[in-house]
T-cell receptor, first 111, second 117 residues
Framework: AQSVTQLDSQVPVFEEAPVELRCNYS??????LFWYVQYPNQGLQLLLK??????LVKGINGFEAEFNKSQTSFHLRKPSVHISDTAEYFC?????????FGAGTTVTVRA | ETGVTQTPRHLVMGMTNKKSLKCEQH?????MYWYKQSAKKPLELMFV???????ENNSVPSRFSPECPNSSHLFLHLHTLQPEDSALYLC????????????????FGPGTRLTVL
């Protein structure tokens, strides 16, 4: 059973438009949540993480995500994207000390 | 980002070759990981080392053999691979592979793009 589901495999968006990447997880126990970004020909870079506390988490490059326990979601948002945000984005969840990744969402920003 | 380095960045090998991938972390971490990233699939965790001891092997075929001589270095020895093993192999490190209740952030290297002919 898949622990992490990224609902959109591809998201095209125009420059300066907002973007939301959806992530849902399946777990009845406490989780820790992460978003990573992978630029072309590079490894994964941590964007932000939720461990506890405020459900709205701010990360690097203007991204933020909101943890919603009742909906088991951790959607990533950015109010205005740049061409340089073109990359693949991975949601990851630690459940019982095991980190599981979603299949990724490819964001393509067009001028 | 130079916290975790991997060499080589690209590798092409035949099915009968033996090669090794190297990972080095400069973050003072105690846990290291190997992942396989195939196109359009979630990252697959292969191995976990915690304080130089292998703590996880996710049913990886024996043609992949990891080695962790110290907390800063991790190798993946490759032997008699198959074309379906072609993928991006990512190394990561974290402070420790903590017991349940903690979640140390994993930091990734740039990966080795492996092509098996």
């Amino acid at each position: 059973a898949q622990s992490v589901t990224q609902l959109d495999s591809q998201v095209p968006v125009f420059e300066e438009a907002p973007v939301e990447l959806r992530c849902n997880y399946s777990s009845s126990v406490s989780v820790y949540l992460f978003w990573y970004v992978q630029y072309p020909n590079q490894g994964l870079q941590l964007l932000l993480k939720y461990l506890s506390g405020s459900t709205l988490v701010k990360g690097i490059n203007g991204f933020e995500a909101e943890f919603n326990k009742s909906q088991t979601s951790f959607h990533l948002r950015k109010p205005s994207v740049h061409i340089s945000d073109t990359a693949e984005y991975f949601c990851a969840v630690t459940i019982k000390n095991k980190l599981s990744f979603g299949a990724g969402t490819t964001v393509t920003v067009r001028a | 980002e130079t916290g975790v380095t991997q060499t080589p960045r690209h590798l092409v090998m035949g099915m009968t070759n033996k090669k090794s991938l190297k990972c080095e972390q400069h973050l003072g971490h105690n846990a290291m990981y190997w992942y396989k990233q195939s196109a359009k699939k979630p990252l697959e965790l292969m191995f976990v080392y915690n304080f130089k001891e292998q703590t996880e092997n996710n049913s990886v075929p024996s043609r992949f053999s990891p080695e962790c001589p110290n907390s800063s270095h991790l190798f993946l020895h490759l032997h008699t691979l198959q074309p379906e093993d072609s993928a991006l192999y990512l190394c990561a490190s974290s402070q420790a592979h903590a017991p349940q209740g903690r979640a140390d952030t994993q930091y990734f290297g740039p990966g080795t793009r492996l092509t098996v002919l």
